[in-house]
């Protein structure tokens, strides 16, 4: 069992940064693939971009490439989400996801654990 909590969203304005980070415990972090995933109200849970378990490879949506950095640190066994360049449109609830295994997948159904999500709004 892997516990995974969010933390770092909050009221931004448009062009602000943010960094969200998603603690672990339970087990270590160097088994999983992490992801960081989006859902706006209304709108389906959509992915934002993955890490592989040795931190070599990442993946982001093509509506965050450029503006956000995925990363992990191990020792602390912690995930974070650097969003730079925020839009109205990044405004969501943000999940961290750890997928056993994986290797930085973009689909939410391979993902094993989820956090409870940290609130991000964007003002215009």
């Known amino acids: 069992q892997v516990q995974l909590v969010e933390s770092g969203g909050g009221l931004m304005q448009a062009g602000g940064s943010l960094k969200l980070s998603c603690a672990a415990s339970g087990r270590t972090l160097n088994w999983y693939a992490m992801g960081w995933f989006r859902q706006a109200p209304g709108k389906v849970r959509e992915f934002v971009a993955a890490i592989s378990r040795n931190g070599r490879s990442a993946y982001y949506a093509d509506s965050v490439q450029g503006r956000f950095t995925i990363s992990r640190d191990d020792s602390k066994n912690t995930v974070t989400l650097q969003m730079n360049s925020l839009k109205p449109e990044d405004t969501a609830v943000y999940y961290c996801?750890?997928?056993?295994?994986?290797?930085?997948?973009?689909?939410?159904?391979?993902?094993?654990?989820w956090g409870q999500g940290t609130q991000v709004t964007v003002s215009s």
């Open positions: 996801a750890a997928d056993f295994a994986g290797s930085g997948s973009t689909r939410a159904g391979d993902y094993d654990y």
